[in-house]
């Protein structure tokens, strides 16, 4: 049983280190960690390719918090979520690696967070993230209805990579004798790479290189004079 909902974005998540949010959830019931699971899911779709990361999620106590007065009872610390982006690659690895099939979900304890769980299915990529879904899940299928009121707050992402690239050109223009003459010329970026009034997220996200041949030649020379 899950409510969930939506937003559609288009975002390249490759530059960053870590995905961050606050969460709280309070109810009239008296439910324990366990019973209650808070999850994001990016990816290009919800049903076919995506990540999946989620949280047990404590409730907070009422009765605790003083009205117009800061209180970590409404954003506990131990429901915020702070993935590391670099994690969820390295669970698409080790499924590939170990040969789990693609249609299904494959799911590992967080290494940061062993009580946090992170699914992958599908061929997801942080390089084109559509969609992001945030909900909440009762994990027990018990057939009851249930009540509880969760707030999602600060969806961001923390630690850009700021290392730059590097670019270089290169040509080369030959002339052979009356046969003709042959340019080439080459070029290389590599990841991190851009101009110096461009923002981070803006630069170069791959290698890139590139070689062109340009020749004019007098191929009439090879052939016999008439007579």
């Not at 080369?172 to 101009?195: E, H």
């Amino acid at each position: 049983y899950k409510r969930q909902v939506y937003k559609t974005i288009r975002m390249d998540m490759r530059q960053y280190e870590r995905m961050r949010m606050y969460v709280h959830a309070d109810s009239r019931e008296d439910f324990k960690k366990e019973d209650l699971v808070t999850f994001i899911r990016i990816g290009s779709d919800f049903t076919n390719n995506y990540y999946e990361y989620q949280i047990p999620t404590a409730i907070s106590k009422v009765d605790r918090v003083t009205p117009d007065k800061p209180s970590a009872e409404i954003w506990k610390v131990e429901n915020e979520m702070d993935i590391s982006l670099l994690s969820l690659v390295e669970l698409k690895k080790e499924r590939n690696k170990v040969g789990a099939p693609f249609d299904l979900e494959y799911a590992i304890n967080d290494p940061e967070h062993p009580d946090r769980k992170m699914i992958i299915l599908g061929n997801p990529t942080l390089g084109k993230v559509k969609q992001v879904m945030l909900g909440v899940r009762f994990p027990k299928r018990d057939n009851l209805e249930h009540e509880v009121d969760v707030w999602f707050n600060e969806l961001r992402l923390n630690g850009i990579n700021e290392q730059g690239g590097y670019g270089a050109t290169a040509r080369l223009d030959m002339q052979l004798a009356d046969l003709g003459d042959l340019s080439i010329s080459s070029n290389y970026n590599s990841i991190g790479w851009g101009a110096l009034d461009q923002r981070a997220q803006s630069r170069a996200q791959e290698d890139l290189k590139q070689i062109d041949l340009n020749s004019n030649l007098q191929l009439g020379k090879f052939l016999p004079r008439c007579v």
